[in-house]
């Protein structure tokens, strides 16, 4: 399966931004499908993740602010993210494995994409 991000921009702290993932090569209907982030000289962190039955998971820093979904006939993966901070800046990732865990670190993903860089100024 092969993941392209898309939808990062530059907006202002308090606002919104919408980045989307397209899914190519296969079938993501027993895949979950999650969201990264990766800030300057960090690690890539878990954001959100959404099984193929719909159950939904969200880091600390995104419950209440971002929103995760999924189009299973668009081969899509959408994170809605509102009351955005300057800390929320960073390259954002979608990512994909088979299965429904809720396991969060990075080295359990087998698919990624290229990353969208969000930044959210002060």
């Known amino acids: 399966v092969q993941l392209q991000a898309s939808g990062g921009g530059l907006v202002q702290a308090g606002g919104s931004l919408s980045v989307s993932c397209v899914a190519s090569?296969?079938?993501?209907?027993?895949?979950?499908m999650g969201w990264f982030r990766q800030r300057p000289g960090e690690d890539r962190t878990f954001v959100a993740s959404?099984?193929?039955?719909?159950?939904?998971y969200y880091s600390e820093s995104a419950k209440g602010r971002f929103s995760i979904s999924r189009d299973n006939a668009k081969n899509a993966l959408y994170l809605q993210m509102n009351s955005l901070k300057p800390e929320d800046t960073a390259v954002y990732y979608c990512?994909?494995?088979?299965?429904?865990?809720?396991?969060?670190?990075?080295?359990?993903?087998?698919?990624w994409g290229q990353g969208t860089q969000v930044t959210v100024s002060s």
């Open positions: 090569g296969g079938s993501l209907g027993r895949h979950t």
């Open positions: 959404v099984t193929w039955r719909d159950i939904k």
């Open positions: 990512a994909a494995r088979l299965g429904s865990s809720s396991d969060t670190r990075t080295s359990t993903w087998t698919s």
